[in-house]
Structures are given as C-alpha cells and as structure tokens.
C-alpha cells in the first residue's frame, strides 16, 4: 500500500489558479493511476481526474475538463493538479488517491490509498 500527503492547498479568488501536489511512498509509483476526488461540505465525494501509471493517458470530470490538468513526475513519486478559472463551486476537500493497475477508473470505490486531502477555497 502506498502512503500519500497532499499540499498546495488554499484561498485564492474566482478566476484564480492553484496547483495541488500529491506525494507518495513505495518505489513502485509508476504501477499506480493516480485520481483526484473532492468532497464538498454535505455532499459526496467526486472524481475529479485521474492518470495512468506512465503519465500518458487522463479522464477529466466534465466540470473540470478544460479548466484542471493532471500530470506526474515518477522520478519524484508525484502527482500534481493544475486547477486554472477556479470557481467558487470548486470550493472542496481536494484528496489523491492511488489505485494498482492500469484501468483508469472513475471510481472512488476502486481506490485503496487516499490522502489526507487538501482545502481548497474559492472566493466569489
């Protein structure tokens, strides 16, 4: 199981950007997708994006798409996440998550190791 820590989180204004880094353990980063889920206050967690093990390929939530970009450095065993035109709806717990294998899934369900997660505050 690969441990994970967010950073980069905070508050930024409508129209902002911020960039989110996830940091994982394990020498065998490569072998995971790496997602991107977010909780807001009294709602379900949500997929936000995710990329696959070499980096090569990514699935965006259609709220994101054109807005967040995900990449990865395997040489630093991390993960990060562009988010530009931040909203105040983006307002949410940003967590990373790691799931073994090459599918890249959707799911939160599919993903074993989570972060601690990150606020991330959009102001209006």
């Known amino acids: 199981q690969v441990q994970l820590v967010e950073s980069g989180g905070g508050l930024v204004q409508a129209g902002g950007s911020l960039r989110l880094s996830c940091a994982a353990s394990?020498?065998?980063?490569?072998?995971?997708?790496m997602g991107w889920f977010r909780q807001a206050p009294g709602k379900e967690r949500e997929f936000v994006a995710v990329i696959s093990g070499s980096g090569g390929s990514t699935v965006y939530a259609d709220s994101v798409k054109g807005r967040f970009s995900t990449s990865r450095d395997n040489t630093k065993n991390t993960v990060y996440l562009q988010m530009n035109s931040l909203k105040p709806e983006d307002t949410a717990v940003y967590y990373c998550?790691?799931?073994?294998?090459?599918?890249?899934?959707?799911?939160?369900?599919?993903?074993?190791?989570w972060g601690q997660g990150t606020q991330v505050t959009v102001s209006s």
């Open positions: 998550a790691a799931r073994a294998g090459w599918t890249l899934s959707r799911s939160k369900a599919d993903f074993r190791s």
């Open positions: 394990g020498r065998t980063f490569s072998s995971y997708a």
